[in-house]
């Protein structure tokens, strides 16, 4: 599992266009803790996991490889704009079957 943790992280980071330096200083460690967290060389503690998920707008589940749906904030939508976002996904799903 160490293995899916850090290639996670480094393919968010990167789809992101962050470097290990910019990660690291958001989240107040060196950037060879991150560096480390990339190469399986360590794991990120749960309080890193938490502000990683937070950072790339995913779950720490995803980060730990243990659910693989994606999710998609749309709280700060109003209701008839959360509407619109769950008709085009059970569009898209509609059209699959």
Do not use: H
């Amino acid at each position: 599992m160490i293995l899916f943790i850090a290639d996670r992280i480094k393919s968010l980071r990167e789809k992101s266009g962050m470097t290990q330096s910019q990660l690291a200083k958001r989240l107040c460690v060196s950037r060879n803790a991150v560096n480390s967290w990339e190469m399986s060389l360590s794991t990120p503690s749960s309080i890193y996991l938490v502000e990683l998920s937070k950072i790339f707008g995913v779950s720490t589940d995803f980060l730990l490889s243990l659910d693989e749906g994606v999710k998609l904030d749309i709280t700060d939508l109003s209701e008839q704009e959360q509407e619109m976002v769950i008709r085009l996904v059970d569009y898209f799903k509609s059209m699959k079957e």
